[in-house]
């Protein structure tokens, strides 16, 4: 299977999706976002230094996160691909995925993209502050996740286009979560064909 790199804004469901690709293709899931909250429950000191950020909407610096990523990467089992679900964010976290993939001769294999409206991004996570507890969702520390997303993430979509993996996937146009995940399961079997 190849690499799957699942990319979109705060509640646009990579998680969700996430682990129906896995329960269907039998992936590895690496969600940064989980990995750091992980951290915070078990009260490490990598966990005490991302609380910081993530109450604050911001994003965890890059060096830091990298060395994360490629420690947790290198701990999946071989040969079965795996999900990046919320890594990479920023154009400098892609360049050292990309060359820490390179080293290891695996490839980042396929982007997909979940476009979705920022007023149906706001519900979910409100509905989501009422089902899951998360300290950061809340409205204003979602609305700062949205200007870091525009911001620092969202440039990021240009750099797949350029390096020919990205795949957009359109809420609007879809409208229904079984939608979505038929147009994601046929962009993984294009690219595995
Ligand atoms: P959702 O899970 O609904 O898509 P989200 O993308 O905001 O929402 P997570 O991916 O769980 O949530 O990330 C939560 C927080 O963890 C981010 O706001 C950020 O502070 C931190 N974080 C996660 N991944 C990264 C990353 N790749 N770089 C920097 N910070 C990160
Ligand atoms: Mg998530």
Redesign the pocket.
Request: proline share 3%; net charge negative.
């Given at each position: 299977m190849k690499n799957i790199i699942i990319f979109?804004?705060?509640?646009?469901?990579?998680?969700t999706y996430s682990d129906k690709i896995v329960a269907k293709y039998g992936m590895g899931h690496i969600?940064?976002?989980?990995v750091?909250?992980g951290e915070i429950k078990n009260g490490t000191e990598l966990g005490k230094i991302?609380k910081g950020?993530?109450d604050?909407?911001?994003?965890?610096?890059?060096e830091l996160?990298i060395d994360i990523?490629a420690k947790t990467y290198d701990a999946e089992p071989a040969g079965k691909g795996v999900i990046f679900?919320?890594?990479?964010?920023?154009i400098a976290?892609a360049e050292a995925l990309k060359k820490m993939l390179a080293e290891r001769g695996h490839d980042m294999g396929v982007m997909i993209e979940l476009n979705v409206d920022e007023e149906t991004l706001m519900a979910?996570?409100l509905n989501?502050a009422i089902e899951q507890g998360r300290a950061?969702d809340n409205e204003e520390t979602i609305k700062k996740?949205f200007e870091?997303?525009r911001t620092q993430t969202a440039p990021l979509a240009e750099w797949f286009e350029k390096e020919g993996m990205r795949n957009t996937i359109d809420w609007q146009k879809n409208n229904s979560m079984d939608a979505m995940l038929s147009a994601i399961y046929k962009v993984i079997d294009t690219a595995n064909a």
């Amino acid at each position: 299977m190849k690499n799957i790199i699942i990319f979109g804004a705060p509640g646009s469901g990579k998680g969700t999706y996430s682990d129906k690709i896995v329960a269907k293709y039998g992936m590895g899931h690496i969600s940064t976002g989980d990995v750091l909250r992980g951290e915070i429950k078990n009260g490490t000191e990598l966990g005490k230094i991302a609380k910081g950020y993530i109450d604050n909407g911001q994003l965890i610096p890059d060096e830091l996160m990298i060395d994360i990523l490629a420690k947790t990467y290198d701990a999946e089992p071989a040969g079965k691909g795996v999900i990046f679900d919320g890594f990479p964010r920023t154009i400098a976290q892609a360049e050292a995925l990309k060359k820490m993939l390179a080293e290891r001769g695996h490839d980042m294999g396929v982007m997909i993209e979940l476009n979705v409206d920022e007023e149906t991004l706001m519900a979910r996570l409100l509905n989501r502050a009422i089902e899951q507890g998360r300290a950061d969702d809340n409205e204003e520390t979602i609305k700062k996740r949205f200007e870091v997303y525009r911001t620092q993430t969202a440039p990021l979509a240009e750099w797949f286009e350029k390096e020919g993996m990205r795949n957009t996937i359109d809420w609007q146009k879809n409208n229904s979560m079984d939608a979505m995940l038929s147009a994601i399961y046929k962009v993984i079997d294009t690219a595995n064909a």
